[in-house]
T-cell receptor, first 111, second 115 residues
Framework: GDSVTQMEGPVTLSEEAFLTINCTYT??????LFWYVQYPGEGLQLLLK?????DKGSNKGFEATYRKETTSFHLEKGSVQVSDSAVYFC??????????FGTGTRLQVFP | EAGVVQSPRYKIIEKKQPVAFWCNPI?????LYWYLQNLGQGPELLIR????????DSQLPKDRFSAERLKGVDSTLKIQPAELGDSAVYLC?????????????FGPGTRLTVT
């Protein structure tokens, strides 16, 4: 069945460092891909999405490109801030709105 | 605009006891979801409602779990009796509609501890 694999955390960075969180997927068709973020004590929020190959999703300085050839959707940010500390979930949806999530990656940014 | 509201935020019960979680979705959202999130894992869908109708409950353990969404607005998820393995966070989400992807908005969750 469909699945999402994320790099294990925690990812620990200093402020202004470059961030990459790896995500790869397995799907039978052509899924839409998402990154969700969960700040401490809050619900998951959609960070960005891409619906077809080579699409780039972007929001709040974060970017991810849908790579069909490598079945990947890695999350990147050029300069992280302390306020970016959260848990990041990669997810896919193969049809309509059923989401399949990865296990999440905790990001810790220190000043 | 108010977000998805869940209560209680935390619940501690002894095994074999019943427990219920409540969710109030965003006004106007027809689709409601309940997810289970185990520690260190991503959310997994338990049940999805379109208005009052449960359209996907294939992952809901029906021997002890039940859910309802009367009048197509608020929803309640119940566990009876609870087991130690049910300790997890229960998330509720809502979206305007299903069909092509409609963004899901998540509540803060209810953290259940079964002792």
């Amino acid at each position: 069945g469909d699945s999402v694999t994320q790099m294990e955390g925690p990812v620990t960075l200093s402020e202004e460092a470059f961030l990459t969180i790896n995500c790869t997927y397995t799907a039978t068709g052509y899924p839409s891909l998402f990154w969700y973020v969960q700040y401490p004590g809050e619900g998951l929020q959609l960070l960005l999405k891409a619906t077809k190959a080579d699409d780039k999703g972007s929001n709040k300085g974060f970017e991810a490109t849908y790579r069909k050839e490598t079945t990947s959707f890695h999350l990147e940010k050029g300069s992280v801030q302390v306020s970016d500390s959260a848990v990041y979930f990669c997810a896919l949806s193969e049809n309509t709105d059923k989401l399949i999530f990865g296990t999440g990656t905790r990001l810790q940014v220190f000043p | 605009e108010a977000g998805v509201v869940q209560s209680p935020r935390y619940k501690i019960i002894e095994k074999k006891q019943p427990v219920a979680f409540w969710c109030n979705p965003i006004s106007g959202h027809n689709t409601l979801y309940w997810y289970l999130q185990n520690l260190g894992q991503g959310p997994e869908l338990l049940i999805r409602y379109e208005n009052e109708e449960a359209v996907d409950d294939s992952q809901l353990p029906k021997d002890r779990f039940s859910a309802e969404r009367l009048k197509g607005v608020d929803s309640t998820l119940k566990i009876q009796p609870a087991e130690l393995g049910d300790s997890a966070v229960y998330l509720c989400a809502s979206s305007l509609s299903s069909g092509s992807f409609s963004e899901q908005y998540f509540g803060p969750g209810t953290r259940l501890t079964v002792t």
